[in-house]
C-alpha cells in the first residue's frame, strides 16, 4: 500500500497536465518568473546591442511557439518562414500603402497567416504525415519565388523598406528600448495564451493527436480537425512575429523569410524541447544570440549547431527542458 | 538554379528550340531521377525524410571535381570512385548517427537536417563558397537532325542510363537487391523471413545517398562546383517524388521526365523562378485531385 | 430488438486481391456477436472498414439507421460506434485517468474560446465529463490504476485501458480487435466478465473480431465465420462447432499449423 501511494505522489509529481491538477494552480508560480525574465534585459538598457538580441529573442519566442503548438499534433511545419513573411508582407503593404494604423496592419497581417495556413492544410492534412513535410517545405520555396517575382507589389529581391516604426494609443515604438517592452508583452501574451490552451480539454485533445494519432482518431478526437486548427493557430502566431519583426526592423525582403530561417525554428524547438511550454522558450533564449555573437566562425558555429541537434536528438529526445524531468525522475526512484 | 540554356542563341527556329529543350529535358531529367530514387529507397528503408541527400549530391560533384582534376584520373573512374566512397561513408553515416533514429519518422528527419548542415559547412571550410568548373568529359557536338548535342551531356546520359539499368539489375536479381525490396515493402515480415534488417539499413542508406552523389559527379563537368548546389536537386526530388507518389518507381520516373522536359521547355520563356512557382502551383493542384500520384492507386 | 448494425455486401480489395467479399451481417441491440476466422481471413479488414479506417471497395454500412459507409472513425465514434485497438493502444506517457478523460471528450463540444473563457457552460460540461470517467474507471475496475502512468503498467491493465477509452465515448456499439491476444487464461476470463458485465449492466452491444476460441465459444451469441475474405457460416456456438464447413476450414488450418 505504502508503495503505491509513492509511485502515486511521484507520478502526480512529474505530470504538468491538465486533467491531473486542480484546474490553474500550480502554473501561475510562472507568471512572476517570466515576468522576471523579461524584466532582466531593462537593467541593460545602456547597451543596445542586447536590447536589439532581446527583442530578437521575444519575436523567437512567439515565432517558435506557433511552431510547437503546430508540434504538439505530430506535424513538422517545414514552411513556418513563409507565414512569418507573410504575415509580415501583408502587414507592410498595409502600413505602407494604405497607410493602416498599426493595429489593423498587424491584424491583417495575422488573417492572411491564418487564411493561407487554413487553405495549404485542407489540402496537405488529409494527406500522410510524410507528404506534409515535403509540400510544407516546396511551399516555403514557393512563397520566397512569389516573393521574389511580386514586382511592385512586393518590391521584388529589394524588398520593402523604409517601413514606419509601429504605433499604438498614440505612441510611437521608434526605439530599440520601447519596442522591447512592446516586444516583450506581446511574446509574454503569446506564452500565457499556450499554458490556458493546453489547459483545457481542446489542448489535452490536440496533444492526444500528438501522442497517438489512431486512438484519438478512434475515440472521437479528429486528426485532421486538429491538425488543422494547430496548423492555423501556429500560422498566426508565425505572422504576428514576422508583422512585428518587419515594424522593428523596418524592411523585409524575400530572404528574411527563407528556409534557413524554418530550419532555424525548427533546430530551436528541438534544442529547447518539443512538448512543453517552456522549451520554445528556452530553445529562443539559447540559439538566437548565438550566431549574431559569434558571427565571425560562421561554418564551425553551423557544423556545431548540427552536432548539437544530432547529440540533442540522441541523448535528450525532450530537448534541454527533459533534462530537469530526466532529474526529477532519477531521484523519484529509490 | 540549375539551368541548361538551348543551344544557339541566334537559332528561331521553333521546332529546333523545342526538339533541343525535349532532349535536355531528359537529360536533366534523368540526373531527377537518379536523385528521386536514391531518396525513395532511403525513405523506403528507414522511414525518414533525408534532408541531407542534397548534400550527397554536393559531395558526389565535389568527389569527382577532386578525382578528375587533382587526381587525373579518368571520368569513369571518377564516377565508380565516388559511388564507392559515398556508399562507404553513407553506410558509416547510417550506422554513427542515424541508426539510433531507424523507424522514427520526425527524429530520424530532423537528425538529417543536422547531417545536412555539417555536410554542407564542411564542405565550405574545406572548398570555399567559390564555384569551381571541371573540364568537359568529352569535346564536339553530335547532330539528330536539326537538334545539337554536345557529346559532353551524351555522356550524361549514357552514364545515367547505365547507372540505372545496374540499379534495376541489382534490385530485380540480386539477393542483396531482393532483400532491400523486401525491407522497403515491410520491414517485419522482411524480418520473418529472415533477412538480417541490420544489414539491410546502413546498405539501403549507402546506395540512396551513393545515387545522389553520383547524379552529382554526372553533373559536375555540365555546371559548375560549389558547397551550395545541394539545395535544388533535394527539392526536385521532393517535387518529383511528391508527383510520382512515394514509393512508385515508375510513377517517380514519369515524373522526373516531366519535370526535366518542363523546365527546359520553360526555360526560354521565362525565369527560372517564374517556371518554378508555376511547378508549385501544379504541385498543390496535383495534391488535390490526385493526392496518390500521377500513377499513384487511388485509396489511402 | 431492433437492428443496430447492418452489412451490406461488404467487399475490399487491395491491388486487385479480394481481403473481403461479398460479407453481410446485422448486428441486433444487446447482441455479442464474434467475427473468427484463420490467420488471413480478412478479419482486421472487415473490422477497419465498419470502425472507418478502411473505405469499402464496395457494400454498405448502416448503424442505428444512418449510413456510415466510408465516414471517418472519428465521426462513426460520434455515432456511437467505438472501437479497441489489437494491440494495447493507449496513451503511454499519460496516467490513466487522463487516457479516459481523453475518450470521454469525444461528445465534448465547447468552443475554444468558451473553454478558454472558462464560462459557466463549459465548467458544467466538465464536470459531467469528470462523472463520466470515474464511472468509467468504476466500471472497468481501473480505479485503483487511476493515477499510473499507462505505460508502466502490466499489459493485461492496458488492454483494459483500450476499452476504457472505448467505453468513455460513451457507445452502444463496442467492436473489438482480438481482444484476448497476448493474456494469460486467468485475465482472458476476467476480460470475459467484464464484456459480459458491459452488456448486461451497461446495454452495449458488442461485436469482436478474435482468434481465441474459448473466448468467443463462451462469450458470444452469434458468432460468424470468415475464409478467404467469405462468410462460409454463420450461427450460435452450438451451430458453428457442428458446421462441416468450419470444421474443414479450421481442420486444414490446424494441419498447416502442426506440419
Known amino acids: 500500500m505504502n508503495v503505491s501511494t509513492m509511485t502515486e505522489n511521484h507520478n502526480k509529481g512529474a505530470r504538468t497536465r491538465a486533467f491531473d491538477q486542480a484546474p490553474g494552480n500550480a502554473w501561475k508560480a510562472w507568471i512572476p518568473a517570466l515576468l522576471v525574465l523579461f524584466a532582466i534585459p531593462l537593467l541593460l538598457a545602456g547597451n543596445p546591442f542586447y536590447i536589439h538580441l532581446a527583442v530578437l529573442i521575444c519575436l523567437n519566442i512567439i515565432f517558435v511557439n506557433g511552431l510547437a503548438l503546430i508540434n504538439r499534433t505530430g506535424q513538422l511545419s517545414f514552411c513556418h518562414a513563409a507565414f512569418m513573411g507573410m504575415g509580415a508582407y501583408a502587414a507592410v503593404i498595409c502600413t505602407v500603402r494604405f497607410q493602416t494604423p498599426f493595429l489593423i496592419s498587424v491584424s491583417a497581417g495575422v488573417a492572411v497567416s491564418m487564411l493561407a495556413a487554413y487553405l495549404l492544410g485542407a489540402v496537405i492534412l488529409r494527406l500522410q504525415g510524410v507528404y506534409f513535410v515535403l509540400v510544407t517545405f516546396c511551399f516555403g520555396e514557393l512563397f520566397r519565388l512569389v516573393m521574389l517575382e511580386g514586382g511592385d507589389i512586393t518590391g521584388g529581391a529589394n524588398g520593402i523598406a523604409n517601413i514606419p516604426p509601429a504605433r499604438l494609443f498614440g505612441f510611437t515604438f521608434d526605439s530599440k528600448l520601447s519596442f522591447y517592452v512592446l516586444a516583450a508583452a506581446c511574446a509574454f501574451l503569446s506564452i500565457v495564451f499556450l499554458i490556458a490552451l493546453f489547459k483545457t480539454p481542446k489542448g489535452n485533445s490536440l496533444d492526444a493527436v500528438g501522442d497517438n494519432p489512431d486512438l484519438a482518431e478512434a475515440s472521437g478526437i479528429s486528426i485532421q480537425g486538429s491538425q488543422t486548427f494547430a496548423f492555423v493557430l501556429g500560422s498566426a502566431f508565425a505572422g504576428f512575429s514576422g508583422a512585428l519583426l518587419a515594424h522593428y526592423l523596418g524592411f523585409v525582403s524575400p530572404e528574411s523569410f527563407n528556409q534557413h530561417i524554418s530550419v532555424a525554428a525548427i533546430i530551436m524547438l528541438v534544442i529547447g524541447g518539443r512538448g512543453s511550454v517552456l522549451g520554445p522558450i528556452l530553445g529562443a533564449l539559447i540559439m538566437t544570440p548565438l550566431p549574431e555573437l559569434f558571427r565571425s566562425a560562421i561554418e564551425t558555429q553551423n557544423i556545431m549547431y548540427g552536432i548539437t541537434l544530432i547529440l540533442v536528438l540522441k541523448f535528450l529526445p525532450m530537448g534541454l527542458v527533459g533534462i530537469g524531468a530526466k532529474l526529477r525522475g532519477k531521484k523519484g526512484q529509490p | 538554379m540549375i539551368r541548361l540554356r538551348a543551344f544557339g542563341d541566334t537559332a528561331v527556329d521553333f521546332t529546333f528550340l523545342i526538339g533541343q529543350a525535349l532532349t535536355n529535358g531528359l537529360i536533366i531529367g534523368l540526373l531527377y531521377l537518379l536523385m528521386a530514387i536514391g531518396f525513395t529507397l532511403v525513405f523506403g528503408v528507414m522511414r525518414v525524410v533525408n534532408f541531407a541527400h542534397g548534400e550527397f549530391y554536393m559531395l558526389g560533384a565535389f568527389s569527382a571535381y577532386v578525382c578528375v582534376t587533382k587526381l587525373q584520373l579518368p571520368f569513369l573512374a571518377a564516377v565508380l570512385a565516388t559511388f564507392i566512397l559515398t556508399l562507404v561513408l553513407g553506410w558509416i553515416i547510417e550506422v554513427v548517427v542515424m541508426k539510433g533514429f531507424r523507424g522514427e519518422e520526425l527524429n530520424g528527419m530532423i537528425a538529417t537536417i543536422g547531417l545536412a548542415m555539417i555536410l554542407q559547412n564542411g564542405a565550405l571550410m574545406i572548398f570555399g563558397p567559390d564555384p569551381q568548373s571541371m573540364p568537359a568529359v568529352a569535346e564536339g557536338v553530335v547532330s539528330l537532325g536539326p537538334v545539337m548535342l554536345p557529346m559532353s551531356r551524351l555522356y550524361v546520359v549514357a552514364f545515367s542510363l547505365v547507372v540505372l539499368v545496374l540499379l534495376y539489375g541489382f534490385l530485380m536479381h540480386s539477393k542483396g537487391g531482393r532483400a532491400l525490396r523486401a525491407v522497403v515493402q515491410d520491414i517485419e515480415i522482411a524480418n520473418a523471413q529472415g533477412i538480417r534488417s541490420q544489414f539491410m539499413y546502413p546498405l539501403g542508406f549507402g546506395i540512396g545517398v551513393a545515387l545522389a552523389a553520383v547524379a552529382g559527379a554526372l553533373m559536375a563537368p555540365v555546371f559548375s562546383v560549389s558547397p551550395s548546389i545541394g539545395s535544388t536537386p533535394l527539392l526536385k526530388a521532393f517535387i518529383v517524388v511528391i508527383l510520382g507518389g512515394l514509393g512508385s518507381i515508375p510513377g517517380a520516373a514519369l515524373a522526373a521526365l516531366l519535370l526535366g522536359v518542363f523546365e527546359s521547355v520553360a526555360n526560354p520563356f521565362m525565369s527560372s523562378s517564374f517556371s518554378d512557382m508555376l511547378l508549385f502551383g501544379f504541385v498543390i493542384l496535383m495534391l488535390i485531385f490526385r493526392p496518390s500520384g500521377l500513377l499513384g492507386k487511388a485509396g489511402r | ?259
Open chain 3, 1 to 259: 430488438m431492433t437492428t443496430l448494425l447492418k452489412i451490406d455486401g461488404l467487399s475490399k480489395t487491395f491491388g486487385g486481391l479480394a481481403a473481403v467479399r461479398d460479407l453481410s451481417f446485422e448486428l441486433k441491440e444487446g447482441e455479442i456477436v464474434g467475427l473468427i476466422g484463420p490467420n488471413g481471413a480478412g478479419k482486421s479488414t472487415a473490422f477497419n472498414m465498419i470502425s472507418g479506417s478502411l473505405t469499402p471497395t464496395a457494400g454498405k454500412i448502416t448503424f442505428a439507421g444512418e449510413d456510415i459507409t466510408g465516414r471517418k472513425p472519428s465521426h462513426v465514434v460520434k455515432h456511437g460506434l467505438a472501437r479497441t485497438f489489437q494491440s494495447a493502444t493507449v496513451y503511454l506517457k499519460s496516467t490513466v485517468q487522463e487516457n479516459i478523460y481523453r475518450g470521454a471528450l469525444c461528445h465534448f463540444d465547447i468552443p475554444v474560446w468558451a473553454q478558454l473563457a472558462q464560462t459557466s457552460a463549459y465548467k458544467a460540461a466538465r464536470q459531467k465529463i469528470r462523472h463520466e470517467v470515474d464511472k468509467v474507471l468504476e466500471i472497468t475496475g481501473l480505479a485503483p490504476y487511476r493515477h499510473e502512468i499507462a505505460g508502466e503498467l502490466a499489459y493485461g491493465h492496458q488492454k483494459r485501458i483500450g476499452v476504457a477509452i472505448g467505453l468513455a465515448t460513451n457507445p452502444r456499439l463496442l467492436l473489438l480487435d482480438e481482444p484476448a491476444a497476448g493474456l494469460n487464461p486467468e485475465e482472458c476470463a476476467e476480460f470475459g466478465r467484464l464484456l459480459k458485465t458491459l452488456r448486461d449492466e451497461h446495454r452495449i452491444s458488442l461485436l469482436f473480431v478474435e482468434h481465441h476460441m474459448a473466448l468467443v465459444m463462451g462469450t458470444c451469441e452469434k458468432i460468424i465465420v470468415l475464409v478467404q475474405g467469405q462468410k462460409i457460416a454463420q450461427g450460435t456456438a452450438e451451430e458453428i462447432r457442428n458446421s462441416p464447413a468450419v470444421i474443414e476450414a479450421y481442420l486444414g488450418a490446424d494441419e498447416d499449423a502442426h506440419a
